[in-house]
């Protein structure tokens, strides 16, 4: 059995409740499971020890980050969540990396509303300290890869603040708002 932490935001507090969350066979009791580009979120999939383990230090750095919530998926598998704006990024620990993915839009959507938007994002990606743009199964994504072996608190906090805000920050040129 898994803990899982989640701060939602509730009226102007910030409100931090457990769930459960099962492995295995049984049925997970999470209100939101996400698909991963680099695998599924099925009760199938059984993490190596290795992204266990990185899990493990992962885990231990967003107990310490505030101002921001989170639910895990599976002991590698975590949603790091934005309460202001309910933002999302799925932060998965591989054997080697750290990888955190935001799904920001379908492709049909730049398609429709911004002109030149593959130039668009290359020029975004320009701008940023962590992260790029990527193109995944028809739609856009915002990822960052860290390596594990070394990883501190500092450069997971680093990773999700830049990326949240260049979500933010370039909602407008993308059209998302």
């Known amino acids: 059995m898994a803990k899982v932490v989640s701060k939602a935001k509730s009226s102007k507090k910030t409100k931090v409740s ?26 199938e999939y059984l993490p190596s020890a290795k992204e266990i383990a990185n899990g493990l230090k992962v885990l231990s ?12 998926e599976r002991e590698d598998l975590f949603v790091v969540i934005e309460p202001e704006l309910n933002l999302e990024i799925i932060v998965d620990a591989e054997e080697e990396v750290i990888c955190f993915l935001a ?12 002109a030149n938007w593959a130039f668009q994002l290359l020029e975004l990606n320009n701008k940023f300290l ?8 028809g739609k856009v994504f915002l990822r960052e ?33």
């Not at 457990?18 to 009760?43: C, F, N, W």
């Not at 107990?63 to 639910?71: A, K, L, Q, R, V």
């Not at 799904?103 to 911004?114: D, S, T, Y």
């Open 103 to 114: 799904e920001i839009c379908e492709v049909k959507h730049l398609e429709e509303n911004v």
């Open 130 to 137: 962590h992260g790029a743009f990527s193109i995944y199964q």
């Open 145 to 177: 890869n860290l390596a594990s072996e070394n990883l501190d608190a500092n450069e997971v906090e680093d990773a999700l603040s830049a990326m949240f805000t260049a979500i933010i920050r370039h909602a407008e040129t993308l059209k998302l708002v």
């Open 18 to 43: 457990k769930a459960k969350v099962t492995s295995g066979t049984e049925k997970k009791t999470s209100s939101k499971i996400r698909k991963s580009p680099e695998k599924s979120l099925s009760d």
């Open 61 to 72: 750095i967003l107990e310490n980050i505030e101002d921001i919530g989170y639910m895990v």
